[in-house]
């Protein structure tokens, strides 16, 4: 008798149930189609935004990829000990300036530094990154344009009093001729995702992660050479110098870094860096 008069008030929520059902077992065997059948279909840690829909199953590398034996250079224990001691008193002197010289220096140390940070490591070997040198200083003015117009905005009303307090020690504002003065700017651009040769999507697995590593190798190359950089991420410019540039949209603007020497008497702030026992914890 209840089935007969209220069948009505039941179909409805049955139909939304079934179609939601539905909807929910489809997406999950596509997920099941990108990350194969391995029983778990939460994935963790991994920001799949750039993922979209993906049928094609063949690998970006050739699937008979070859595996060659690793020639590895075994050093003596204490060339190890002086080697990484050297080295790490090397990278304790590496210092961001903000006040360049327009002192030049052959374009092939540019092409070297960015040659090593383009040997770093990237997720499923993507290597998704383009570094954009910009010498010529019609381009430099329209990029510091763009930068102090959305800097002095971000200083003023986007990045809030204690952002702007704890920047105050360093000396930061809006105004940065070093763009202009430097003989070299590095952008450098991460690529969400590329293009097989057939045309179907190649996805970049944590392009972020992998550009910021092959920006530290950058940073390691420009101090090796004996030059000074700065590290900078300037916020809301990336589509106005993405246009500029004319990269496409796969490309999201991440870091900018003048390279050069510094000016006659440039000064840093007196930084302390944390010793061994604060950032380290041993099991
Ligand atoms: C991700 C990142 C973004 C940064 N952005 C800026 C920036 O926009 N402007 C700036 O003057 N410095 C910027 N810096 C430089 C830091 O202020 C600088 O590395 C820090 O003060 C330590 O100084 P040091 O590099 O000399 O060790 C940035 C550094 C990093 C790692």
Known sequence: MIVENYWKYFLVPLIVYCVTYVIYLWRNDKKKKIFGNSGRTERVEFDDSDLGEQDDLSPALPEDLAHIPLKPEILPTDVMIRHSREFYEKMNKRRSIRNFSSRSFP???????IRTAGTAPSGAHTEPWTFIVVESM???????????EEEEMNYKKRMGKTWTTDLKPLKTNWVKEYLTVAPYIILVFKQTHSFKSDGTKKIHYYNEQSLSIAVGFLLAAIHSAGLYSLTST?????PAIRSLLNRPSTEKLVFLLPVGYPAENCLVPDLHRKPLNEIIVEY
């Open 234 to 238: 300037p916020l809301n410019c990336g």
């Open 138 to 148: 019609d381009m430099k003015e329209k990029i510091r344009e763009i930068i102090e």
């Open 107 to 113: 374009k092939e140390i540019i092409y070297n530094i």
